[in-house]
């Protein structure tokens, strides 16, 4: 996972660590890994859900298709209070790692909240969502084992908080005009044109990188950028590199196929983008990112 065996980490200084579904990790590897999770919720027509607990990914989907209505929520903040009085009766501190403060409120309601806890609940703001911000849970792990403080995990992670690239085709910008981010007359173009936009969250928001005929040329133009990263802006460091997809995991498989070939590493891992950015983007994404990490 990540460059990591997915096993339980010891948490050394009695720390613990808390994140979200924005991750992608699910309740049954949070639990591997003995950190902590908060199901973040979503609603469909108006009616609330939450990710892991009431909703699988794959009804997602299936009301995606049918047409109803999804939106991204908050979770209450006595969802984040409650979890972390009952951590704190185990616990010396927490490393709370939420999605980026420029894509949700729920970072700096995370804050607000944990300036009532005496410096006992750290909020890491550290820029990321999905497959990276999944990577900073991983290395805040294994810089508790290393034996950093609460205080030395979240500013490693916010100070690295840049350090990392994602880059996603998007197969419909239906959702992506309902959210305001396209205009109507410019989706309406790109289908007829068959364009596909690539994607980039460099850090604090989603933006516009390319647009290719066709998802075989976007997956070609995300390569291309993904490995210029590795060899350029990441030089000399130690990165993998990580697939993800929407909807359909057996769709998704020659993408995960084609970037172990293009590398020429069989280590590269594929997971499901979270709900949060599907209700933006919709089903048969296709994405790549390049991480630095914690050796």
Not at 269 to 294: F, R
Request: net charge negative; glycine share 6%; aromatic share 8%.
């Amino acid at each position: 996972m990540c460059g990591v065996a997915l096993r339980k980490v010891e948490i050394m200084g009695r720390i613990a660590v808390v994140t979200d579904t924005n991750s992608g990790i699910t309740n049954e590897e949070a639990k591997k890994l003995g950190i902590y999770m908060i199901n973040m919720p979503f609603m469909v027509n108006g009616e609330e859900f939450f990710d892991g607990i009431n909703s699988t990914y794959e009804e997602f989907f299936r009301r995606l298709a049918a047409g109803d209505d999804v939106t991204t929520s908050q979770p209450a903040p006595d969802s984040l209070t409650e979890l972390w009085d009952k951590l704190l009766t185990e616990y010396d501190e927490i490393v709370h790692i939420p999605m980026s403060a420029s894509l949700s409120s729920s970072c700096s309601t995370a804050r607000a909240l944990a300036a009532d806890y005496e410096g006992k609940v750290y909020v890491v703001d550290n820029k990321r969502i999905s497959i990276t911000q999944r990577e900073s849970v991983i290395d805040a792990l294994k810089l508790i084992e290393k034996g950093k403080t609460a205080a030395e995990v979240a500013a490693y992670l916010e100070e690295n908080a840049f350090d990392c690239s994602i880059y996603l085709a998007v197969n419909t910008l239906e959702l992506l005009k309902k959210s305001g981010r396209v205009t109507a007359a410019g989706a309406a173009l790109a289908t007829i044109l068959g364009l596909k936009p690539v994607l980039q969250i460099q850090g604090e928001k989603l933006d516009a990188y390319a647009k290719a005929r066709g998802m075989e040329n976007a997956q070609k133009i995300m390569l291309e950028v993904a490995k210029k990263d590795k060899e350029e802006r990441f030089k000399g460091k130690k990165v993998h590199i990580t697939a993800a997809y929407s909807g359909d995991k057996a769709d998704a498989e020659p993408w995960l196929r084609r970037i172990k070939d293009y590398f020429g590493d069989e280590s590269v891992e594929m997971y499901a983008l979270p709900i949060s950015i599907c209700c933006h983007v919709g089903a048969g994404v296709k994405a790549v990112s390049v991480i630095p990490y914690v050796e």
